[in-house]
């Protein structure tokens, strides 16, 4: 979520992106082929440099860090992810970035929580998905949608 990457211009990237826990973030799925990630997001993306996965980045303005990430695993994606709170992305249960991280248990109840260095995963687990709400100073920061047992930290 945090980490340093060359950033370009996404064309496709939601600018207020939709997470339906367990399922999709942003429109794409868990096992979404590079293709389909870039029908969805466009061809406008960076790609991580000390990342031990391939991690494409879409970011809404050259060299800024808000967008969303997916990191690939035998060429299908396997964590989607927010970065650096990007305005209007929301839960199809109206949870929305920059909300009082308490508004995450009220609508979802009470979630594990993961300290992840400067920021924290609430885990929300639906089937073979895990929807991590990151929470910064209190504050939702992000999502992630991972499948389950991969790490919630990014």
Known sequence: MLAAALVTIALGLPQQGLVVPGQSLGGLRIGATKAQVQAAWGTHYGRCRDCNTLTWYFTYKRFEPQGAGVAF?????????????????HT??????????????????????????TYAALLLRRGNAVTEIYIYEDQVWG????????????
């Open 73 to 89: 695993r035998a060429g299908r994606a396997d964590q989607l992810f927010t970065i650096w709170s990007p305005t209007g992305w």
């Open 92 to 117: 199809n249960r109206g949870l929305t970035v920059g909300d009082p991280a308490a508004r995450a248990n009220l609508i979802y109840g009470v979630m594990p929580r993961i300290e992840c260095g």
């Open 143 to 154: 999502f992630g949608l991972s499948p389950v047992g991969a790490p919630p930290c990014h």
